[in-house]
């Protein structure tokens, strides 16, 4: 079964009964395409060790009872049932650092977080770059520990009201409120400590994919002291925005055209802020499927990341910062 389009596959499923794991897997919306054909077990794994990892402010998830659990398909490692946000840095050789920064939100439906594919190994790439990272790990949506009960869980994320994949509507803040606090509090943390991690409060941006690009989008919009300096946004949603304010940041959007959950639907989102007058820049690749990340495959996906740090380069934030 071709893992390039997870929303076709898991109606499919859905309707075949197939397992729960692969169910999960297929919806999760992050992990969905490696190079090859790995592993997809979701392989329980002890929590890993973290000890750079700085606990937000923003307080446990209100009736969070399940136990945060850490599994481990394709290869790479997922989080669940986070129930109190976490912001971990990455910071860059102090010789080579430029002052900029980025937040990173990994995806996964704000039901898991693809932490190492789209959480430390970006970080670890945007050091290589001179950039300081600072992985979030955000308050998730609570689902069962058992891999039956979490399957159950997704089916229901399926029949159910979803968040809105217009980051601009009004409700978009209202739905995402723990996520968003929790972003806001990462801005607060980082500039709290600048001087610290040798950052420059004004030049932190964020990028986030999938579920944390839409996370990322609404700081952008509704973040009021986030203020993120640019923004990326990698096979997150495209829709458009009625209002995109005057001061929006620049923003890099990166999408395959054969991804099963955000392609096919236009480039609304592109439109909107050209329409505003802000600087943007879109990527959309022939193949690439959904949740490539830092992922080797043999597509022109792959080459995601260059593009994004070229365009972080023509703006100025690959320089060193003056003094």
């Known amino acids: 079964m071709p893992l390039h389009s997870p929303a076709r596959h898991a109606r499919q499923t859905l309707r075949r009964g197939c397992g729960p794991l692969l169910l999960a897997l297929l919806v999760i919306g992050a992990g969905l395409a490696?190079?090859?054909?790995?592993?997809?077990?979701?392989?329980?794994?002890?929590?890993?060790?973290?000890?750079?990892?700085?606990?937000?402010?923003?307080g446990p998830l209100p009736d969070a009872k399940n136990p945060e659990v850490w599994h481990k398909p394709y290869g790479s490692v997922f989080a669940r049932n986070v129930p109190e946000a976490t912001l971990t840095p990455f910071l860059p050789d102090p010789a080579k650092a430029t002052g900029a920064a980025v937040i990173v939100a990994p995806g996964g439906g704000f039901r898991s977080l693809s932490m190492e594919n789209e959480g430390w190994d970006v970080a670890r790439a945007l050091n290589e770059k001179g950039v300081a990272?600072?992985?979030?790990?955000?308050?998730?949506?609570?689902?069962p520990a058992d891999l039956d009960g979490f399957a159950e869980s997704i089916r229901q994320m399926l029949s159910g009201p979803r968040p809105p994949r217009d980051p601009g509507a009004a409700n978009a803040a209202q739905m995402l409120a723990p996520q968003l606090a929790d972003a806001r509090a990462a801005f607060a943390l980082v500039r709290s400590r600048a001087k610290e991690w040798n950052v420059d409060p004004d030049r932190i941006g964020m990028i986030g994919f999938s579920a944390g690009a839409m996370l990322t989008l609404t700081t952008a919009l509704h973040g009021e002291d986030a203020r993120p300096a640019f923004i990326g946004n990698i096979y997150g949603p495209i829709a458009a925005i009625e209002k995109v304010p005057a001061d929006a940041p620049p923003m890099f959007v990166a999408l395959a055209a054969d991804d099963g959950l955000f392609s096919n639907t236009g480039f609304g989102l592109v439109e909107s802020w050209q329409k505003a007058g802000r600087p943007v820049e879109f990527h959309y690749y022939e193949q690439g499927g959904h949740g490539f990340g830092m992922y080797q495959k043999e597509t022109t996906s792959t080459g995601w990341f260059e593009a994004w740090a070229a365009w972080l380069k023509m703006h100025g934030y690959l320089d060193r910062r003056k003094s």
Request: positive net charge; proline residues 14%.
């Open 133 to 143: 990272a600072f992985v979030l790990k955000y308050r998730l949506n609570q689902t």
């Open 34 to 58: 490696p190079a090859h054909a790995l592993d997809d077990r979701m392989t329980p794994i002890a929590t890993p060790a973290q000890p750079d990892a700085i606990k937000l402010p923003t």
